[in-house]
C-alpha cells in the first residue's frame, strides 16, 4: 500500500528557505498516473494547495506562491520536495504531501502524509 | 481564482441525523469537485471525487452530487467517527482551491 511521509526542519527563521521531503513507499512515484503535490494549512485554519509535480518534472504552482516556491522530484530516491523562500510567519502551517491521481473529472488527492508542523520564527 | 463556499461552517446534529453540506463555486467547475474529511491533527481523507464518485472504503451513508457551482456532501445517518471537518475542492483551474470547512459537531 503506498504511503507517504514529509521530513525536514520543524523550525525555519524568517527571510530563510523552508525545504521539506516526501519519500514514497509501496509503489512507484514514476507511475504515468499519478502526480504528487504539497499542500498546507496553518494552526487552526483552512487547507491551501501549494504546487504539484508530475514525475517527469512537470510542475504547476499556486500562483500566490509561485515566485517563491520550487517543487522538485528525484525518482531515484522515490522522493519528491519543496522549497519555500523568504518565509515568514504567515507561512507556519503543518506541511502535507499527497499523491494525485488524475483521470478526467475525478481528479484528486487520494492519498496524504500524516503532515509535518513548520513554525517560522525567529 | 475561483472562491468556494461552504455552509453552513458550523453544524451540530445527532447520532443517526441526516446531514447535508453545501458547496457554492464563484464560477462553473462541471464536476472538478472533490469532498474530504479530516479529523483534529490529523490528515485530510478523500471521501469523494468528480462530484459523485465514493472512494474504496468509504461508507455507502455518504454520498455527494452537484455540477456547475452548487454541491452537496449529505450523510444519511450520522455516526461517531463521522464528526470531523469536511471541506470540498476544485480541481477545475488552477489554483486548485479549498472551501473554508464546515466542523461538524455532536449535539
Known amino acids: 500500500q503506498l504511503q507517504l511521509q514529509e521530513s525536514g526542519p520543524g523550525l525555519v527563521k524568517p527571510s530563510e528557505t523552508l525545504s521539506l521531503t516526501c519519500t514514497v513507499s509501496?509503489?512507484?512515484?514514476?507511475?504515468?498516473?499519478?502526480?504528487w503535490g504539497w499542500i498546507r494549512q496553518p494552526p487552526g485554519k483552512g487547507l491551501e494547495w501549494i504546487a504539484t509535480?508530475?514525475?517527469?518534472?512537470?510542475?504547476y504552482y499556486n500562483p500566490s506562491l509561485k515566485s517563491r516556491v520550487t517543487i522538485s522530484v528525484d525518482t531515484s530516491k522515490s522522493q519528491f520536495s519543496l522549497r519555500l523562500n523568504s518565509v515568514t510567519a504567515a507561512d507556519t502551517a503543518v506541511y502535507y504531501c499527497?499523491?494525485?491521481?488524475?483521470?478526467?473529472?475525478?481528479?484528486?488527492?487520494?492519498?496524504w502524509g500524516q503532515g509535518t508542523m513548520v513554525t517560522v520564527s525567529s | 481564482d475561483i472562491q468556494l463556499t461552504q455552509s453552513p461552517s458550523f453544524l451540530s446534529a445527532s447520532v443517526g441525523d441526516r446531514v447535508t453540506i453545501t458547496c457554492r463555486a464563484s464560477q462553473g467547475i462541471s464536476s472538478y469537485l472533490a469532498w474530504y474529511q479530516q479529523n483534529p491533527g490529523k490528515a485530510p481523507k478523500l471521501l469523494i471525487s468528480?462530484?459523485?464518485t465514493l472512494q474504496s472504503g468509504v461508507p455507502s451513508r455518504f454520498s455527494g452530487s452537484g455540477s456547475g457551482t452548487e454541491f452537496t456532501l449529505t450523510i444519511s445517518s450520522l455516526q461517531p467517527e463521522d464528526f470531523a471537518t469536511y471541506y470540498c475542492q476544485q480541481l477545475n483551474s488552477n489554483p486548485y482551491t479549498f472551501g473554508q470547512g464546515t466542523t461538524l459537531e455532536i449535539k
Open positions: 499527497a499523491k494525485f491521481v488524475s483521470s478526467g473529472w475525478t481528479d484528486a488527492f487520494d492519498i
Open positions: 509501496g509503489g512507484s512515484i514514476s507511475s504515468t498516473t499519478y502526480y
Open positions: 509535480i508530475y514525475y517527469s518534472g512537470d510542475t
Open positions: 468528480g462530484a459523485s
